[in-house]
């Protein structure tokens, strides 16, 4: 972990200036290599610096350097910070002359990961870094400064603590079982707080889902078989011709992808290559790739052509996606209608692309969808990175588990133990496993002893 | 004096017992030394052995061949299951045994035991040569040499009884308490801790009205803590405890005199650090100041004479205080104290100075347990009391100490806490300290344990085939339901289902079934057992797994030449704790209470790169 480490922290693109940052051991020295102005290495630490940045005494950029040493950095380390003047050729031309100094790209996340080896900030903190680096929109900037400051670890403590209080209950009539006087807690009566427990916990992660779409945006996969106009709605929606678009079937071989943003929230779509058998090699992969696609995208719209009967592969497509968020679209209804559309559809959407009617009413089912139109309201305090969730489903889980076990009268200790699975994995998002929390707990709220 | 002794045991409380008939069996020529003989393992607090987590405590004292067990079986006037209504891994012991034919019985036990000779003596300094024990010096400066010493003073070190705002030297039973051992510990290199705790008052029998109070009853079923012998009560003639509460006049009378009591300003020279679990009466009335009233038990403390023990009640008041207050009590109105609560103030040793075989990291071949090490509880000391004389023979003969997991018995959490967490008040067993409690049942103790008891040479060979059989019993029985149907009725539908498929369901009973539906003919203990490990089969599989993660940290060796000074980036605290508390491995620094995942990533960084591992 002592080697230096680089990387370019703006967002690469037309802005009036471009950070690079160099983090590890030798970050001065090697920034000084390629530095003209004053010798960094005798500058005090958290200072700004006028200079140039030269290949063999060519002027490659003119720039201001911040030195910040070790430790009251982001990483704890030496860390360098190049602002130069913008431009993607000068700002990789300045990285390149970092790398070719002894300074190696940095992965990833990996100054974060820095940060939180060296006991700089939190796993949750940590999370809030990522956020923040990929925000793309002012909402999600909004969100990202919220989990750092610390409001999520606050979340998820509360949320531990009404946990822990259900299991000192339950601990408390094991350690204690004469006490009269502590209420002694049948699956009945901690069922009621369990189940108010869950409610909760539902509450913060359909938040958290919000947080994610703020911060990540939609991914919305158009699917379907070939040549029933997926690349064209694509287009449409992206308003520029991004997808090839013939009528030749199986065209798009390859994922095609577009941002654009629905009620200023950013939403990713995905053109996907027709799903058919097929036996050409490159278009199976295209097809493979699809059907993968079709796991990670949070909603799915799938088209049928007005224009051909239904098929056997129609339906074998339906029945991959309907368990998942899924918007169905006819198109082509300018055409004759030959498709007979199967019962268990009940909702759908009537379009033409060639004559531009019924695209609207795709956006609008989005945003009634994902309730796009009232996230950017809510207080902005959610658990938004996809490891929070899914560690958050996790210990909902456990808590249906215990709910389950409760209603076929497992004795409470039994119970009790998906309470505590769930309590760990609240305590895993914010990098807290077992402690002493609950004998503390046990004890600060009852009244025991000889 | 002949000084040929392997082994000397300091003190003869229920730690002490246990080393020395443990050394003692074990063919060490052992010396157990006393204040007093005549009090050797009497039971100076609570007349009852076992309870919630500490029953299960004496099932495995049991099954590793310790003597606890088999001694309350002889002497319990009443016992009761706790917890029987819950799950099959909280259910736990507990007996009122005789505070009189409980030391009486014991005693036997130490003076027919081969190779132990038992000494009246104060034990004041050890013979230490290049940080090694060799022996020990009494109060009459003898010396005796030893290749071993275990001390388990309890609260004998420098203790001082509290009552009201009087402070006196002096052990439990006005015995002499060791004035200087302690100082002499201090100056051979360990930290000293100062603890405290109480006891309540003592009341004549027939002074109490028992009209006004609530009977509680033993069990009507029989049971033993011992694994190898038939309860000898008569369960219907076990002996009564009663329940009472305090009225709004003990609270009256226990406020306006709070600033008499010891803890509450009576003595302002208190230091030692009392037990959460255990508060004494103004503690609670301070601390839980919305409660109306507090649960008190009136436990007989034995048949031979009359003195009922106010459980709940422990105080360090002054005497006058403290008769008001048991009078405001309901059925105590005219009670006559016999003796009056006190305080006890002592000195223990900070835990993480010593390993988990119980011998001390400070000075070789010294074995410490019991209330010297932190705890407190008859149970909890005369588990270390065992693994320290177990351990001391081990060492004797050249062999890996006996080190007890978390996932394999209370005791073995019980010593890694201590020795990992270290401990700042009197640590007490609960259940809730094992996280693999599934697996460290009531019921299965001697499955997790005589193996152990047998290698070390405690559990002789009759013993040991009776486990073999049980264990080949429960493997028939389970190979059986699994082959067997049985035909039952399921939504008005008859269908074909194998007893062991059937036994997963709710609400089934394996002895009911086999009682029902054949003929097979096996021990209650058996049935039971198959029972618990079918019903609970998937939690105790869930628990295992989690178990095996823990396993799989402790196979992570820290070096013991690390110097946790090189270890850049570890958080302040946790270099600190690493330091003192040296796990040996990593399994073991994760439980150190201030050392966060990020210092464990760091460390073992670390270890990857200059150790290679």
Known sequence: ???????????????????????????????????????????????????????????????????????????????????????????????????????????????????????????????????????????????????????????????????????ANIEVNIDYPEYEDIENLTNDKIKKDIEQFQKDLL???????????????????????????????????????KAIVTDIEGTTRDIVEGNLSISGIPVTIIDTAGIRKTSNIVEKIGVDKSLNT????????????????????????????????????????????KLTIPKEIKNYINISILKNTGIDEIKTTIINMFNLG???????????????????????????????????????????????NAWETLGEIIGQTYSEELIDELFSRFCLGK | MNNNYEVIVVGGGHAGVESALATARLGHKTLLITGRIENIATMPCNPSIGGSAKGIIVREIDALGGEMGINADKTLIQMKMLNSSKGPAVRSLRAQADKITYPKEMQKVLKNQANLDIKEAMVEDLIIENKKVKGIITDKLEKIESK???????????????????????GPHDEKPSQHLSDKLRDYGFKILRLKTGTPPRIAKDTIDFSKTKIENGDPKSYTFSHDIKPIYDVNNQVPCHLIYTTPETHKIILNNLNKSAMYGGLDDITGIGPRYCPSIEDKLVRFSD?????????????????????????????????????????LENAKILRYAYAIEYDAIYPTQINASLETKVIENLFTAGQINGTSGYEEAAAQGLIAGINASLKLRNKEPLIL?????????????????????????????????????????????????????????????????????????????????????????KTSITIYDYLKTPSTSLSEILNKNNNLTYEEEVIEQVEIQVKYDGYIQKVKREAEKMLKNEEKQIPNDIDYNKVNNLATEARQKLNEVRPKTIGQALRISGVNPSDISILMVYLRKYYNE
Do not use: C, W
């Not at chain 1, 030798?26 to 290599?33: F, G, L, Q, S, T």
């Open chain 1, 1 to 167: 972990m002592n080697d230096t480490i680089t990387a370019i922290s703006t967002a690469l693109g037309p802005s009036a200036i471009s950070i690079i940052r160099v983090s590890g051991t030798d970050a001065i020295e090697i920034v000084n290599k390629i530095f003209k102005g004053k010798d960094l290495k005798k500058q005090e630490s958290h200072t700004i610096h006028y200079g140039h940045i030269v290949e063999n005494d060519k002027i490659i950029d003119e720039v201001l350097v911040s030195i910040m040493k070790a430790p009251k950095t982001f990483t704890k380390e030496d860390v360098v910070e190049i602002n130069t003047h913008g431009g993607i050729a000068t700002t990789n031309k300045v990285l390149e002359l970092l790398l070719l100094n002894g300074a190696r790209l940095a992965d990833p996340g990996e100054f974060s990961k820095r940060a939180f080896l060296n006991g700089r900030i939190d796993l949750v903190e940590a999370d809030g870094i990522m956020n923040l680096i990929e925000a793309k929109t002012q909402t999600a900037r909004e969100l990202s400064i919220n989990q750092l400051s610390g409001k999520v670890s606050n979340l998820i403590t509360d949320l531990r603590d009404k946990l822990v209080q259900i299991i």
């Open chain 1, 203 to 241: 509450t913060i992660i359909k938040e958290s889902e919000d947080g994610k779409i703020i911060s990540e945006g939609l991914k919305v996969a158009i699917i379907g078989r070939p040549n029933v106009g997926k690349s064209s709605l694509l287009n449409n929606l992206l308003e520029e011709e």
């Open chain 1, 294 to 337: 079709i796991d990670k995208a949070d909603l799915i719209i799938y088209m049928l052509n007005n224009n051909e009967p239904i098929s056997k592969e129609d339906i074998d497509i339906y029945n991959k996606i309907k368990d998942k968020k899924h918007i169905i679209v006819i198109n082509k209804i300018d055409l004759e209608n």
């Open chain 1, 374 to 420: 009232n996230l950017h309201t809510k207080d902005l305090t959610y658990l938004s990175s996809a490891r929070s969730i899914s560690l958050l489903k996790k210990s909902f889980t456990y808590i249906e588990n215990a709910i389950n076990n409760i209603n076929i009268n497992t004795p409470i200790d039994i119970v009790e133990i998906e309470l505590r």
């Open chain 2, 148 to 170: 071993i010493v275990i001390l388990t003073t309890g609260t004998y070190l420098k203790s001082d009884i509290l009552i009201g705002n009087t402070r006196t030297r002096s």
């Open chain 2, 291 to 331: 409660k109306e009233r507090h649960q008190l038990f009136l436990e007989p403390e034995s048949l031979y004479y009359d003195d009922i023990y106010i459980q709940g009640f422990s105080t360090s008041m002054p005497k006058d205080v403290q008769e008001q207050m048991v009078k405001s009590l309901p059925g």
């Open chain 2, 405 to 493: 997991k978390r996932n394999e018995a209370y005791i073995g959490v019980l010593i890694d806490d201590l020795v990992t967490k270290g401990t700042k008040e009197p640590y007490r067993m609960l259940t809730s300290r094992a996280e693999y409690r599934l697996l460290l049942r009531h019921d299965n103790a001697d499955l997790r344990l005589r193996e152990y008891g047998y290698q070390v040479g405690l559990i002789n060979e009759e013993k040991y085939q009776k486990l073999l059989n049980k264990k080949e019993n429960i493997k028939k029985l389970t190979d059986e339901i699994k082959n067997t149907k049985i035909t039952i009725t399921q939504n008005n539908k």
